[in-house]
């Protein structure tokens, strides 16, 4: 069954390059356009989309409106956000993914039609396969509730029950121990939800590589600040991990951890070669941990396209770290943890709302 896309944008050159990269991709069919958001919300009630592309700053009604509309009227039409490489299409964006759009990308400008069209279409395929298979996954999930995991993890990734209870309390005192934490699609949601769950008195660093460029993961770290009971900052380069606080991975640099003299915890950022076609890259931190503070992490695994973050767990997990997946129901894309379980390096299978609760129980199994 082909995937309807609403192409929303309010120029036209872009809506005519969007709609041919989109039509140049199997199993899309592109069903109309719409040049500003009340025309997208006529258009989606006439046409049923399956998804729409939106941009965010439109005249009449922005992108940012037209999700507010859809969450309010119920509907479950897939979004992709469309942002400008700006500070403000950066704060817009991480809106925008915590009201539930799918995924995003930046416009190109810099090349010529046809440079710009290849960048879109090379863009917009792996978000569409994705969203195909989400889109196919939740249907199997309508017509056949599966019931909730409850076998021990072993070599092949099962999940590991989670008891039904409240998250633990925090942990009093650091012990040198880290919460590590990967996520790609569908990142800025997860995190909404796991990092607000995590006390104060915590007792660990909690370090994010959530993939995103430049100019859009200090709106992300702000925004979480606001919503949790630890701070959230953008990390910078050198500074001493403090217990009780999120560092969140700048966007285009890596973060890596190296160990003090006295076991304390500096972070890194390095401009290396991306990792997985990633910078930031979840595996450069996860192996940085291994090699630096072995033994010492909790990891956990989020939503996400791709296998960053696999390689480095497998490492993780010979110096002993505790280590945790989302379960496929509760993710926007089943690819991150389901690379790291079909690997045998998950100890427990969790949904989302359960995430921050196996951290505050793995933190307890970290040696101090």
Wanted: net charge neutral; proline share 8%; aromatic share 2%.
């Amino acid at each position: 069954m082909s995937i309807r896309v609403l192409v929303v944008d309010d120029t036209a050159v872009f809506r005519r390059a969007i709609s041919e990269a989109l039509s140049g991709l199997p199993g899309v069919e592109v069903v109309g356009t719409a040049s500003n958001g009340k025309l997208a919300l006529a258009r989606v009630d006439a046409l049923q989309p399956d998804l729409l592309t939106l941009d965010i700053e439109m005249p009449e009604m922005n992108g940012i409106e037209v999700l507010e509309s859809l969450n309010a009227a119920g509907l479950k039409t897939g979004v992709i956000m469309l942002s400008s490489l700006t500070r403000r299409g950066g704060e817009l964006t991480v809106r925008a993914l915590e009201l539930g759009a799918f995924d995003f990308l930046t416009k190109p400008e810099a090349g010529t039609p046809a440079e710009n069209l290849a960048i879109l279409r090379e863009q917009l395929a792996p978000m569409i396969r994705a969203f195909e298979h989400r889109r196919d996954v939740r249907a199997i999930l309508r017509t056949a509730p599966l019931k909730s995991p409850r076998t021990r993890a072993g070599a092949a990734g099962a999940a590991a029950a989670l008891p039904a209870e409240p998250p633990a309390r925090g942990l009093s005192r650091s012990g040198g121990r880290v919460v590590l934490i990967g996520v790609s699609t569908g990142g800025p949601a997860a995190l909404a939800t796991v990092l607000p769950s995590l006390p104060a008195d915590l007792g660990a660093p909690v370090l994010v590589v959530q993939h995103m460029p430049p100019m859009f993961t200090q709106p992300l770290a702000a925004s979480l600040a606001r919503k949790c009971s630890i701070p959230v900052k953008e990390a910078e380069e050198g500074e001493l991990a403090q217990p009780n606080c999120a560092y969140l991975a700048p966007g285009g640099k890596h973060m890596k951890v190296e160990a003090g003299r006295r076991g304390e915890i500096f972070l890194r950022l390095t401009d290396d070669p991306p990792e997985n076609g990633c910078r930031p890259s979840v595996d450069c931190l996860f192996r940085s941990a291994a090699l630096q503070i072995p033994g010492r992490s909790v990891a956990a695994i989020l939503t996400g396209m791709g296998n960053d973050g696999t390689a480095g767990l497998k490492l993780l997990k010979r110096s002993g770290c505790v280590s945790i997946a989302q379960d496929e129901s509760s993710c926007v894309v089943f690819g991150m943890p389901k690379e790291a379980i079909a690997a045998g390096v998950v100890d427990t299978v969790a949904p989302l709302d359960q995430v921050a609760g196996a951290i505050l129980r793995s933190l307890r199994e970290v040696p101090a």
